[in-house]
């Protein structure tokens, strides 16, 4: 088993910036591919950037050039730096954790990220 505990989130104007923080606990060894998705209310939930141990990054379309993610593999961690944020980035931020081959994957609880003016 392997435990996921987010923290960051919160309210933001457009524009604004915020920094995602996930930290795993538990059988992490072959969790070799961290990230996280979002999900609005309503829509299906999306794949907004992962990265594997060795630091290979992807990134989801709309977010491209706008967060940035990274790992420490000492401390078990994953952040997403969030960076202009807009409206339509308001969601619900799940982190995961998952196998090279996905058979095994994680989930945080999710934050709340909430872009308004």
């Known amino acids: 088993q392997v435990q996921l505990v987010e923290s960051g989130g919160g309210s933001v104007q457009p524009g604004g910036s915020l920094r995602l923080s996930c930290a795993a606990s538990?059988?992490?060894?072959?969790?070799?591919?961290m990230g996280w998705y979002r999900q609005d209310t309503g829509k299906e939930r999306e794949l907004v950037a992962e990265?594997?141990?060795?630091?290979?990054?992807n990134y989801a379309d709309p977010v491209k050039a706008r967060f940035t993610i990274s790992r420490d593999n000492a401390k078990n961690t994953v952040y997403l730096e969030m960076n202009s944020l807009k409206p339509e980035d308001t969601a619900v931020y799940y982190c995961?954790?998952?196998?090279?081959?996905?058979?095994?994957?994680?989930w945080g609880q999710g934050t709340q990220v909430t872009v308004s003016s």
């Open positions: 538990g059988s992490i060894f072959s969790m070799k591919i």
């Open positions: 990265i594997t141990d060795r630091g290979m990054a």
């Open positions: 995961f954790s998952r196998t090279q081959d996905n058979r095994y994957k994680y």
